[in-house]
């Protein structure tokens, strides 16, 4: 097919792509990227907002890796909190998703409801669960009371639970946006597929696994990195509620990078933290993406290289 | 003869830009940035307005940014980009000592000492005057001052049949009530507490009053050493905890800022701010007042944990003598008695301020009748929050909610606190003498 158009038709067509792509581009080369590459300088110096930044070569990654307790705390915790958050995420925004592209009257009413929470300031629902996740007085603790007689869990103020509280907040946050991009995927399944296997007599189950779901792989594929970058941002929550704590349970990195660069104005070591978080999403990212080509399904694949 | 005139056109026309110019460079212009709420927001404008009309020359341009944590993310970001505003507001506890170290605010003493009359440094509260020092030398005049009183819902205690408390209450009578005061539903489940905040709430900063009181002691005088494991302070706080882990009459961790169940009826007593009485006076459907913090059962002594709100002038302002002449109005009588003492909200910095603040609640008859306590409070057992030099309040934000955990190891959960706190000192370089 390439081979009908000659080059000049090429260039043209790289020209439009770069000027649609140019608001961004210049954005980000002028806003992002020039602060992006003034931390990675200072993540070698050190730097207390007032004094000029002091060159201390390697030594900030070196502390982290070996002298920093919470450095390591923080790294735990994130982790744990990603793990969770991953798999639950994905499987019930796809499940929602699921039932919400059934053809229904009533259905796109349904949808915005559930969209609902992503579009509500993050801050408000915040203090709204806060309230839900009460010990003493909030509604999940009452339901507990009154269902299983038993007293419910401390909630935000145990070491325990407070990262399932968190998951349970992010989830309810972020099922919009992820639910909406399988929607999408979804809808962009040939209907013909269905048919066919219909007529082959597949049941649904089949048919979610030996269609919807391979069709669906490239979506997943950017959900799941998506999700994964999202989840290692985590601040919101702790910087309200929790300070990190009880006992550093909820010391998210993020977070202790914000207090390393804030509250004690160490900028220079903040950089390093910032450079190493960039280095772990990288890292991760890139062994999804390498795996994908196991369990992503590309339509295009067959037809392009055989 | 045309080009003349239009020569001369031009030269007037240059000397009406110059005089204007000139004439502009006469007005200063000052920005004061504020940490306060929508309300508040409005009395700093008629203050500012009231020195302008006195000062014409000196314009003020209030700028108030809300929020209480960003407000010091702003001011770290000022710093950098050295754009720190004239005069800025600063709070002890905050990390004041902090920003002072990075040379925020101007040295203060040679013009304190110049308009000693004016300033009145003796109608300071005694124990302010730490926090408004950095090494002893002066870097900001006091605005407010506040301490943390025991709130009690009346309606409660009647119907509870319990006497309400005073201002000479041990921490063993405010065990007592809180028992009669806690009331659990047939299944178990407590339904109203005696006390709804726990002995450790607010714990960076107003919490150790209750352990200072209890006999015990987080820092060397000297703020150099820490004293958190000692057996004093493990007596202390272990004392508190039980509050919570062996009488059950305040909630246990879980509870996060600004839930309040005293608010909602579900509790009848707690610890809140002197800062909070109109926040009180509009939540609270109830009749209350409020109480002095309760004394040690055994000594009879009190220590109160304050610490309070403060102007600074910035080392980089080009006007300093005219930022002086309104800062000097701004924590002076006038601005007080209009920022504080009239609408009755804080507790002034001025002790001739509190008597007129004092006068105008008892003509007033507003909620709470006993709103003194906060002031008696300050003369009698105040004690300066320990200064932030180094980051002490990361382990005890993060550790104090634990020691109302049944679970918790208290002795081993204040040596934690205690080893973090040391390598905190020993991270900025200062010698670690306990």
Not at chain 2, 173 to 200: E, H, I, M
Not at chain 2, 263 to 284: K, L
Not at chain 2, 314 to 325: G, I, L
Request: with cysteine; hydrophobic share 45%; aromatic share 14%.
């Amino acid at each position: 097919m390439r081979g009908q158009f000659g080059s000049r038709e090429r260039t043209k067509e790289a020209i439009a792509g770069y000027l649609f792509l140019s608001p961004w581009i210049i954005g980000f080369i002028f806003i992002t990227g020039g602060p992006i590459l003034v931390t990675l300088i200072l993540s070698f110096t050190q730097y207390d907002l007032v004094s000029a930044p002091r060159f201390v070569g390697l030594r900030n990654y070196v502390t982290m890796f070996t002298h920093d307790q919470l450095f390591w705390q923080s790294l735990k915790v994130t982790a744990l909190y990603t793990v969770g958050l991953l798999p639950a995420l994905l499987v019930i925004s796809l499940l929602f998703a699921i039932l919400l592209n059934r053809k229904l009257p009533g259905m796109s009413t349904m949808r915005t409801i559930y969209y609902l929470p992503s579009i509500l300031p993050s801050v408000a629902t915040t203090f709204v669960w806060a309230w839900v996740l009460n010990p003493d007085f909030g509604v999940f603790n009452s339901f507990i009371r009154g269902l299983l007689g038993v007293a419910g869990p401390r909630w935000l103020g145990s070491a325990q639970w407070v990262i399932p509280s968190f998951l349970m907040m992010s989830i309810w946050g972020s099922i919009g946006p992820t639910m909406v991009i399988f929607l999408a995927g979804m809808q962009g399944i040939p209907e013909q597929l269905y048919e066919a296997a219909r007529v082959d007599g597949a049941s649904n189950v089949r048919q979610f696994f030996s269609i919807t779901l391979p069709m669906l792989s490239p979506v997943i594929l950017f959900n799941l990195i998506m999700s994964l970058i999202g989840s290692f941002q985590v601040f919101t929550g702790t910087y309200l509620l929790t300070q990190g704590g009880p006992n550093y349970a909820s010391y998210f990195y993020v977070f202790y990078l914000y207090k390393n660069a804030f509250t004690q104005f160490k900028m220079g070591y903040a950089s390093a933290l910032a450079w190493v978080m960039f280095l772990i999403i990288l890292a991760c990212t890139m062994v999804v993406l390498r795996s994908s080509s196991i369990w992503v399904y590309y339509q295009s694949d067959k037809s392009d290289k055989k | 003869m045309k080009r003349g005139i239009a020569w001369s056109l031009s030269l007037a026309m240059l000397a009406v830009v110059v005089a204007f110019g000139a004439s502009a460079a006469d007005t200063v212009n000052l920005t004061l940035m504020i940490n306060h709420g929508a309300d508040d927001a409005p009395l700093f404008t008629t203050v500012a307005n009231n020195f302008t009309a006195k000062h014409p020359n000196i314009k003020i341009d209030v700028v108030n940014v809300a929020s209480g944590n960003q407000y010091y993310d702003k001011l770290a970001t000022q710093m950098v980009s050295d754009t720190v505003p004239d005069l800025f507001y600063m709070r002890g506890g905050s990390g004041d000592a902090k920003y002072y170290d990075k040379g925020i605010a101007h040295p203060l003493d040679d013009v304190i000492k110049r308009d000693a009359a004016e300033v009145n440094v003796p109608d300071f509260i005694q124990s302010q005057i730490a926090e408004l020092q950095y090494k002893g030398s002066w870097r900001a005049l006091p605005y407010d001052y506040s301490v943390i009183g025991l709130f009690y819902n009346k309606k409660l205690f009647d119907a509870a049949g319990v006497k309400y408390p005073t201002d000479d209450w041990t921490w063993d009578d405010l065990l007592k009530a809180a028992q009669k005061l806690t009331k659990k539903s047939s299944s178990g489940v407590v339904t109203q507490y005696g006390l709804a905040t726990s002995p450790f709430a607010f714990a960076t900063n107003f919490a150790l009053g209750n352990i200072w009181t209890m006999g015990g002691e987080m820092l060397t005088n000297d703020n150099s050493g820490v004293l958190l494991d000692s057996p004093e302070t493990i007596k202390a706080v272990t004392y508190l905890a039980e509050f919570v882990t062996k009488y059950g009459v305040a909630p246990g961790p879980g509870t996060v800022n600004d839930q309040n169940p005293f608010f909602t009826g579900q509790a009848a007593m707690c610890f809140d701010g002197s800062w909070a009485t109109m926040q009180y006076r509009s939540n609270c459907s109830f009749p209350f007042d409020v109480a002095m913090m309760p004394k040690n059962p055994t000594t009879g002594k009190r220590v109160v944990a304050a610490t309070g709100g403060s102007f600074a002038i910035s080392n980089h302002t080009k006007h300093f003598e005219e930022a002086w002449q309104f800062l000097k109005y701004l924590t002076g009588p006038e601005a007080e008695t209009i920022l504080i003492a009239t609408p009755i909200r804080s507790v002034p910095a001025r002790i001739s301020i509190q008597k007129v603040w004092a006068a105008n609640i008892s003509k007033g008859g507003l909620a709470p009748k006993n709103v003194e306590a906060f002031a008696k409070e300050e003369q009698l057992s105040a004690r300066n929050c320990p200064p932030v030099y180094f980051d002490w309040t990361t382990s005890v934000s993060n550790i104090f909610p634990t020691l109302t955990d049944s679970k918790t190891n208290i002795p081993q959960a204040l040596k934690d606190c205690a080893n973090q706190i040391r390598d905190a000192i020993g991270a900025v370089g200062l010698k670690v003498t306990k």
